[in-house]
């Protein structure tokens, strides 16, 4: 009778010992940890009116990442046209825009925020220059991470992943490139290509 009752006991203290995590101080490399956040959006939940529209490509925030998203814009003419600032302005009201909720639920943001306007050259600005109502310096560093990939990736874009930005001010536009190191780290400040010149 003693024996029986000996086998469950040393069963349950068996069990007991194997549920905790035994620390160690040798560090255990077990690979990154999963993410929650899937990064990817479904066609349902792309845009407001996915049916209507042109496809363009903006950048959202993910974790801590830049990842293009496609939507569809609600001026077929900004594309049709040829108008890289009006591409601009089509691209930037996307970015001041809140995510969709399928955009939400991926676990996209956007830092990107009003008020904020873009327009074209001034004299004396290289061609294809892009100038915000704001100093891009001024702006939080994944907002204008976003604004610069979203641009350079577009036809609003100078060529070779870049783009011709500038503030409202009289400082000369930079022409700032969107890189894999900045769609990774958008916390840092956008590399600039050497300076332009208006010859």
Request: charge should be positive; hydrophobic fraction near 35%.
């Amino acid at each position: 009778m003693r024996r029986r009752a000996l086998v469950p006991a040393v069963a349950l203290t068996a069990l007991l010992a194997g549920c905790g995590i035994r620390t160690t101080s040798v560090p255990v490399d077990a690979g990154a940890a999963p993410s929650r956040v899937p990064c990817s959006v479904t066609d349902d939940g792309t845009t407001q009116t996915a049916a209507q529209g042109v496809p363009v490509r903006v950048f959202l925030v993910c974790g801590s990442q830049l990842e293009a998203v496609d939507r569809r814009s609600p001026l077929p003419e900004e594309k049709a046209g040829g108008d890289p600032v009006r591409t601009a302005g089509g691209l930037l009201a996307q970015l001041l825009a809140e995510p969709s909720e399928g955009e939400r639920q991926a676990g996209f943001t956007t830092e990107v925020r009003g008020p904020l306007t873009v327009g074209g050259a001034r004299p004396g600005d290289p061609a294809g220059t892009l100038r915000l109502s704001r100093q891009p310096e001024d702006l939080a560093p994944k907002a204008l991470s976003q604004l610069v990939c979203t641009f350079a990736e577009s036809s609003a874009g100078a060529g070779g992943h870049t783009v011709l930005l500038g503030g409202p001010g009289t400082y000369p536009p930079k022409r700032y490139r969107c890189t894999p190191d900045l769609r990774e780290r958008p916390d840092s400040a956008p590399p600039t290509a050497p300076p332009v010149t208006t010859g």
